[in-house]
């Protein structure tokens, strides 16, 4: 069984959004990431991955990003627990608010960083340079 998470890569003037997690989080804390959560069971459901990253992102940093999110790429990977994940990341298009840490227990910090400073930062995980190229690919493609 996997667990599926979906991230939001968010950009407003050329620079993405970026949150360092939590010290307390299981699962890479401390370390830079986009904003992102586990996708809840709803029974029968429409649109849930796209629905989950926009809440997210507003329960998490306190934006709202516009309805139209664009798949960007999956992958997977095992928690530092040892759990299976499938994730999912969506570009999305900033609508409005300002980012600030709104769970504590999630996020640490938030910034607004372009994609040179995200691939040259201590903190920037392998995944997230990855998500963040594949982001930019489809942005230079449109």
Same mark, same amino acid.
């Given at each position: ?9 968010? @950009?407003? *003037?050329?620079?993405? &959004?970026? $949150? ?10 401390? &370390? %830079? #990431? ?9 029974? *029968? #459901? ?8 926009? @809440?997210?992102?507003?329960? =998490?940093?306190? &934006? ?9 790429? #999956? ?7 040892? =759990? *299976?994940?499938? *994730? ?17 227990? =999630? ?20 995944? %997230?340079?990855?998500? $963040?190229?594949?982001? =930019? &690919?489809?942005? #230079?493609?449109?």
């Amino acid at each position: 069984m996997f667990i599926v998470n979906v991230e939001g890569a968010v @950009r407003k *003037n050329d620079k993405w &959004l970026i $949150i360092e997690r939590s010290k307390k989080e299981e699962h890479a804390g401390g &370390l %830079l #990431s986009l904003v992102g959560g586990k996708v809840e069971q709803e029974g *029968n #459901s429409l649109d849930i991955l796209e629905r989950t990253v926009k @809440r997210e992102i507003l329960e =998490e940093v306190g &934006l709202k990003v516009k309805d139209s999110l664009t798949y960007v790429h #999956s992958t997977s990977f095992l928690t530092d627990t040892g =759990e *299976n994940v499938v *994730n999912i990341v969506f570009l999305c298009e900033y609508e409005s608010g300002e980012a600030v840490p709104k769970s504590p227990d =999630e996020v640490e910090d938030v910034f607004w960083l372009t994609t040179e400073e995200i691939v040259n930062h201590p903190k920037s995980p392998i995944y %997230l340079k990855q998500s $963040i190229r594949h982001a =930019e &690919l489809l942005i #230079s493609k449109s």
